[in-house]
């Protein structure tokens, strides 16, 4: 028998399944349905919907299909899985979205579009019908179904877009999607869903149950006030966690024969306790302690005015340090001074990012085991241009303090992922668990071909140093701050210069023209910055980057 007939429910109140029936109608999530809702009906073509895991992007998407279902005026489509490993197979699998009739003999993606074009003409302009293309998963897509849909976009009459895009994609879709200015300009709405809040937890909690009650207009109470903030605290406010923890609590409660979900039976269905403890219960009661202290020890307004002028000096201080550390930068060589670059330190109120990353970089040195003294930049090994055989190994790395081999993972090929991991360990026999190396342990990093996805494509990246050995290269990424703009290595071997790894800004372009106009500002204060064009049909790249 189901757990919720036991407790007279007519259906599951915490399905994990996106029941639209029991659709919170959170404020976050009625915004974002409205403003998609007019976008769609004003026809104003690309829509993103960007959300961590669990903060409610399918509930969402399904409700926005809900909301157009009956209009006979709106044509809905729906791709689950956006992945494609060629530009051709996602026109195919549009094309065959839309059920557009082709031959499979045509490999010509120009015909397609076509195709795609006459169908839009027809249901746009000559039914006068919006067709609506919604993606989910988004952040699966590869940069070429990118340019696909903005080329997709195209397709418009003088008032309005043939077609209708709606994506939802996870987070790291927007550092994607970030360098792709001609994609970013065609965006109309950009929404981020966030977590709830308490009290908006426990409204959804409440909601759905009410919803699943046999009696209508009967409220339940199964859930005491301690345990909806030690859900709170446990889900931070996802919704899929939020859901997920009170099916097991409901199951708990059945199982022990209790009438209501108390605290312990949500503290008895988290998995990571100590990790809870530490991170949640632990913080949360030193702010209480804390503000207990301050309520009694009688704060008054000079206080709070003295500490606020404490922050303000220490701030200031850190900019003072700051212009000092800069003082000794010469004239006249392209690059600014400090009294040039900031002015008075009373109208400075942030660092020049790009400025901050370069001079960083310039301080900083290429020390090897052999020499510590600093290599000139832009150095090439020495060995001319004598054509190479193809590398199987990148080089090796010793470990340093506080390094992890996800850490060293992430900083050699771009992205830390299981399936690397994995390579790496099977070069490393002697590595017999990967959470326990040491210091000094010798690593081997072996050639990963493929980590590229597409194998013709052109970027262009702002290149700071290059240089044919790996440990130069991740010297720069051990003394690089993380509170300063990321830089990062691209590995790739042409048969002219061989291996070579270069030090890059942590942002690509793909036309010229626009790295040109970062590349100038960057220039100002790091003259010997440049533009590097990586053709991965003309190259072998052993770095993810997209």
Known sequence: MDYFKILNLKKEPFSNSPDPDLFYHVKQHVQCLQKLEISIRLKRGLNVVIGDVGTGKTTVCRQLLRVFAEDEDVVEFMILDPFCKSSYDFLSYIAKTFNIEFSDNINNEQVIKEKIKNYLFVCGVDKKRTVVLIIDEGQKMPIFCLEILRELLNYETNEYKLLQIVIFAQAEFYDIITPLHNFMDRINLLYHLKPLGFNQTVRMIRYRLDNSYNIFGKTLDFFTYPAFWMIYLFSRGYPRKIINLC??????????????VRIYHVY????????????????????????????????????????????????????????????????????????KLYGSKKQCMFLDDEFVMAKSIDSLSFSTSDSNKKQSYFSFSGKGLEKKEPPLLLGHLSVKNSETISILIENVYGVFDKNILNVVLQSNPQISDADKIEIGDLICFPVIPGLTRNSCFKTWWIQFERTDNLGNAVNILRQYSNNLPKIRMISYYKPDT???????????????????????NIKKYFPKAKLFCIETDKMKVYSQYY
């Open 247 to 260: 099916h097991k609590c409901i199951l708990s409660m059945i199982i022990n024969k209790h009438a209501k």
């Open 268 to 339: 008895e269905e988290i998995g990571d306790k100590k990790s809870f403890w530490v991170k949640k219960l632990v913080p949360v009661t030193a702010v209480f302690f804390v503000f207990l202290f301050f309520l009694f020890a009688g704060i008054n307004n000079n206080t709070a005015e003295n500490f606020s002028l404490l922050k303000q000096n220490n701030y200031y201080d850190k900019i003072d340090r700051t212009e000092k550390q800069y003082e000794k930068i010469k004239k006249g060589t392209g690059v600014l001074s400090s009294d």
């Open 498 to 520: 061989g291996l070579c790894f270069i030090l890059v800004y942590n942002s690509m372009w793909f036309k010229e023209e626009h790295a040109e106009k970062s590349l100038n």
